[in-house]
């Protein structure tokens, strides 16, 4: 006999979104089981603790000076955050030469820079022009809806050559896919959860601005351990059965009975969970289509950032590398250092074809001839392949193809009887961020606080 | 001839509300030029630095978890915060009595607590009920509005003695004017501003929870380092004159020829400005009726926090005292010790016709009893009465009597020709707050960053 647990709410997942909805419905005297597939928390945030303690980001890892939920979360658990190291030089390896530049553009020819910035300021606009709650709705949205993303950077006016290369890459940065099977209404409707296109770029008053003290799973780690016995890891849910007045959460070991769930897993992976009443054609169709993209994260841990003595900033790219963008991501005290390295889409796939010695010494030449021979000699490599996590299946985020957002837009957030959605793909202010992910849990609790 | 200057705004008022609008401008490529009266910046935020170097707040001090704008500030100029202290058990005087207790509400008769409750939760109900961006469109406004905070609390079937004492007072700290002399409407307004009562009330979780590293006013130092020479000081402004595509902000030394104002002074204050065109007679009315009342806080400052380590959290109160509520106000280092001590309202009148031999001791003995004998013998003793300061005249924010907010609410954020209002009194989300003060000049920054 599978063990029972009856509560008001369960949830499924474990990541920031789950977490939070968890947090706020507990603190709403609700009493709540959440069910996670993995035997840890966090989702698409991972930290690791090296051998002498220093915690590394496997997975998610910065948060924008306007991701105010999670700051929010963070300080309600004692975490705090740090700046990111942007001090010195970045570089930018274009074919034989190597740039060295300050700022968010380099100083590739005067003519790239100007057409990126004015293309920048065309998308700011367009963006401004879909309503952030119902992206759907914007005047031109069935126009955006039908074009992909590559088909607006191809007629964007950024001339040819190492300047639309380093936009183009930038840009499957953000959504790792291929970028001609990427609405480009989902881009401006993404601009727009964000601000503007550099916030989502930027290190220093963007999205990478600021890094968590013992690494952004330390506040997943508090918010589930204050759920203390609510919290069920290495639980995969398999079915969700709905009655008139319950719905029946089953992970073939145990049976949640609640008065509502709310299901946080990635869209694509929501179709993996047997629904009775099933899912209607109209959402499996939307989840079908929100795929995630190939995305790779390696970090490369030395014992001290020696690049900072050396005037570089760690910040480098070579769009279509191994080492795409690289990033100084070490701890507060600066020990040990780390690079934390990317590779996006067709690129990041390319790359995973090799064999592990091969990558390794991909990445290792790739960051010697950027960043001199101290370079060679990590003390640790830790890869992680975010498309090949039964659990996650494709980072940071899904994207949407063209002709989705507008059909499908309204059910990312409508609930399916008593089963509510939340997770960063469903969330409007800070969408794809782990700030969205923290708010899109707070918008679940409040429905089903209102609803009850 | 007056010293004339060209800008693109003229913001009046360095508080935090103008010291924002200013910022964002600034960030938006406008150049700005702020007039502040004073010699110092922060408005109702006035940090003081002891003998030691030690920073104490004589204004505003206090930062709840939802206050996200001022939270994004002060990250934005790199000043930290830390939790207040709340350790110990706090103290309810209450005639020869001196309870002690831990939480919200001490443990006075369980039919006082109960009332309390049941109160608060009405109340809180009522509050959702109150549009945040337009509360004077809630369905019984009009009803709401024409009642009293002193009406409503005679009615709230709080049981009389020390529990309805401590309920009357904390309410009165919120608005420090006379109970009878305030909307109804209003505090629903407020507590819907914050979310619930409690909220406004707590340390933990709520309104006081959170203090500044350096002092409230450190963030707003910052601020206006980066505004360089756009921040002119001692410069009150006399005369607002507008034109066709301009408008002349003059303080008799300077004039200002700007496109636009921002105007963030206490509304009290905006009359004493020679408006040309004149004010309307609707705007007057709402100015002169929103008031702030009379409140005193006093800082006593001891080498040591000592009652720490007598179990003591330095939470006391004594409704009716001159000391109504003291607060450990320590800096995060817990040296030196400091208690923060309120008197609101005409408790505070009352108190302040003392004498100043005779308010030290009033206040030296109250904490003296609550505290023990070392409260008797303090390092510094710095009051600060409020109502007396010429460009405040009342803290912490202005009162509405009743009939004013359904009647001239609306007045309170539209533009009168080019002339833009920001400050605390004008915000809707943590109105009557420093967060309230910053999102105001956020909000009046885009009304003018969207004009042009």
Chains 1, 2 share one sequence.
Request: hydrophobic share 40%.
């Amino acid at each position: 006999m599978p063990e029972r647990i009856d509560a008001d709410v369960c949830v499924v997942g474990a990541g920031y979104a789950g977490l939070t909805a968890a947090r706020r419905l507990s603190q709403g005297a609700k009493s709540v089981v959440v069910l996670e597939a993995r035997d840890r928390v966090g989702g698409r945030i991972w930290t690791q603790h090296l051998s002498d303690g220093a915690a590394v980001d496997r997975g998610g890892a910065w948060l924008g000076p306007k991701h105010d939920a999670i700051f929010g979360l963070a300080r309600e658990v004692g975490v705090s955050t740090y700046k990111t190291w942007v001090k010195g030089a970045h570089l930018l390896v274009d074919g034989e030469r190597t740039r060295r530049y300050t700022g968010l553009i380099p100083k590739i020819s005067p003519l790239a820079v100007v057409t990126i910035a004015l293309a920048q300021v065309r998308l700011d606009r367009m963006a401004k022009k879909v309503p952030l709650e119902t992206p759907w709705t914007a005047k031109r949205a069935a126009e955006w809806d039908a074009r992909s993303v590559a088909w607006w950077i191809e007629r964007s006016g950024i001339t040819a050559g190492i300047g639309r290369d380093l936009f183009e890459m930038a840009v499957r940065g953000l959504f790792t896919g291929d970028l001609n099977d990427t609405s480009f209404l989902h881009l401006l409707f993404l601009v727009r959860a964000h601000g503007s296109i550099n916030t989502l770029f930027s290190i220093e008053g963007g999205s990478q601005e600021n890094m968590v003290e013992g690494g952004a799973g330390s506040i997943a780690r508090r918010v589930a351990d204050d759920l203390g016995d609510s919290m069920r890891l290495s639980s995969p849910v398999r079915s969700i059965t709905q009655g008139d007045d319950h719905v029946l959460v089953d992970t073939g070991a145990l049976t949640v009975s609640a008065r509502h769930a709310v299901v946080t897993v990635p869209p694509a992976l929501a179709v993996d969970i047997a629904f009775d009443p099933v899912l209607p054609d109209d959402r499996l169709t939307l989840y079908r289509s929100a795929v995630a993209g190939p995305e790779s994260k390696t970090l490369v841990v030395y014992d001290e950032p020696f690049w900072r003595a050396d005037g570089f900033s760690g910040q480098t790219s070579q769009p279509g590398s191994a080492c795409e963008v690289t990033l100084d991501a070490s701890p507060a005290t600066g020990s040990p250092g780390v690079i934390a390295s990317f590779a996006f889409g067709a690129v990041a796939e390319r790359f995973d074809a090799l064999d592990p010695a091969e990558r390794r010494r991909a990445v290792l030449d790739a960051l010697t001839r950027r960043l001199g021979p101290r370079a060679a000699s990590p003390v640790e490599f830790i890869e992680t392949a975010w498309w090949a996590e039964e659990w996650t299946r494709g980072c940071s985020m899904a994207h949407l193809p063209p002709g989705i957002l507008t059909r499908y837009g309204p059910l990312l957030r409508e609930p399916f009887g008593r089963v509510h959605w939340a997770g960063t793909e469903t969330s409007t202010t800070s969408h794809g961020a782990i700030d969205g992910a923290v708010r899109s849990g707070e918008r679940a609790a409040a429905e089903i606080l209102d609803r009850s």
